[in-house]
């Protein structure tokens, strides 16, 4: 099982990102997928997920309405569109899968772990 998360970098505030999440090792059809951040200093919080079951998706108050999560099943990716960008947003963002057929941005129900893609942003 590998995750591979990448499309991190450096934005002005107002600016706009699109991470993505490479799955290999398992069925994207069967796994809540998750998106996560830590800030320095900070534990890692739950941004967004998007379930297995149906689709539904889920958002942390703090980007409700910046961010969009999707996938592509046909392409094991899984994307997080992230728009109007705050000094805040700054972070190493994490993919996450978990087994669980459920909406979650609860660290302890995911079971693989992606390498993380720092997100900075900053005039």
């Known amino acids: 099982v590998q995750l591979q998360a990448s499309g991190g970098g450096s934005v002005q505030p107002g600016g706009s990102l699109k991470l993505s999440c490479v799955v290999s090792g398992f069925d994207l059809d069967y796994y809540t997928m998750g998106w996560f951040r830590q800030a320095p200093g900070k534990e890692r919080e739950g941004v967004s997920c998007?379930?297995?079951?149906?689709?539904?998706?889920y958002y942390a108050g703090s980007v409700m309405g910046r961010f969009v999560i999707s996938k592509d099943n046909f392409k094991n990716t899984v994307y997080l569109q992230m728009n109007s960008l705050k000094p805040e947003d700054t972070a190493v963002h994490y993919c996450?899968?978990?087994?669980?057929?459920?909406?979650?941005?609860?660290?302890?129900?995911?079971?693989?772990w992606g390498q993380g893609t720092l997100v900075t942003v900053s005039s």
């Open positions: 998007i379930s297995s079951s149906d689709g539904g998706t």
């Open positions: 996450a899968a978990s087994r669980l057929s459920i909406i979650s941005i609860t660290t302890l129900d995911y079971n693989y």
